[in-house]
């Protein structure tokens, strides 16, 4: 069909005796055909979308769960460039994403049938037309809260903002100002926050305790923030956000040794507050999408489905949920998971990969039902 539009407009232009304007015309029509054929045939989207939806690109803010490479360009020991990670990643290539394979931002832009993997924004290699089908700001360590960023040096919000608003104006230069309108309204945009501001901010270093010693009030400070930079987004010309909750942060591998006992149960006190803030965020959510209009911002429940792995794993195909593959998997995370300490040997066996972050199989079983639920919804 490419190679007939092509033809056609070859024709057009050689034999019609007409004017400059009129071949401009036809050229722009046939461009903009040829474009929309490809995009169509090139397109396999696994999810289905709604009728009359399209999503021409995927935007992710975030921490650790969805940063594919970001940290590599900066100094930080919150880092993941390096074996055993990404041991089950095409080419067994560690590019930065915490994990043994993909992070949800890769599954999620292929689920929609956009790209196989989602470019971290600072790859100073990265390919300026990966900005049109959309591009990665997480950071791994970073929070809604900025200490908690600062102090693992992760990259955080109000930059992770910057860089958007930077990305903006090179998708202008490079598609137009219609075009990129375009492009920020229909984009799924993905704000992955909250696990490092309540595990390691609030409790493991209380260093938000002496400020808000109930967490209550901490969690109304996290989601005042979230709520901020989701207008901000909307302000800049989003208007389809999903807004991942907290997964159920006492049940990391970290938690549990820190602060589970002699057994490493899961920490009743860390999942009790991590579901009050999932609970605040939900109402700000539900606010939000009421008054900003044209807008459909979403609160997308991770909690619930990765507790259910946790709890139930031999229903999911997995044998340990309490430890992760590598070393112990107990305390290691980032550099202390390294070539040096032995890693488990079947990978998809386990929940989490380290300490802290799931194994590629656990987002597989994640995050098609949690996209189900943010296509289902953009209606």
Known sequence: ??????????????????????????????????FNLVICFETNAKVELP??????????????????????FKKTVARSNFAPYGIDFPGRVATGRFSNGKVPSDFIVEELGIKEYLPPYLDPKLNPNELITGVCFASGGAGFDSLTSKAQFAI??????DSFKEYIGKLKALVGENRTNDILANSAILLVFGSNDISNTYFISNLRKFQYPEFSSYADFIVSIASNFTKELYQLGVRRIGIFSAPPVGCLPMQRTLAGGSERKCVEKYNNATMLYNEKLSKEIDSLSQNLSNSKII?????????????NDQKYGF????????????????????RFGSVCSNHSDHVFWDSFHPTEATYKNVVLPVMKTFLSKLV
């Open 299 to 311: 609160y997308l429940d991770v909690y619930n489905p990765i507790l259910d792995i946790i709890v």
């Open 156 to 161: 955080p919000l109000s930059s992770q903002l």
């Open 319 to 338: 044998t340990n949920a309490d430890k992760g593959c590598c070393g112990t998997g107990k305390v290691e995370v980032a550099f202390l998971c390294n």
């Open 1 to 34: 069909v490419v190679f007939i539009a092509c033809i056609l407009y070859m024709n057009f232009s050689m034999k019609l005796p007409c004017s400059h304007s009129l071949v401009t015309l036809i050229s722009t029509i046939v461009f903009h055909l040829i």
């Open 51 to 72: 009728p009359n939806v399209s999503i021409p690109a995927l935007l992710v803010f975030g921490d650790s769960i969805m940063d594919t490479g970001n940290n590599n």
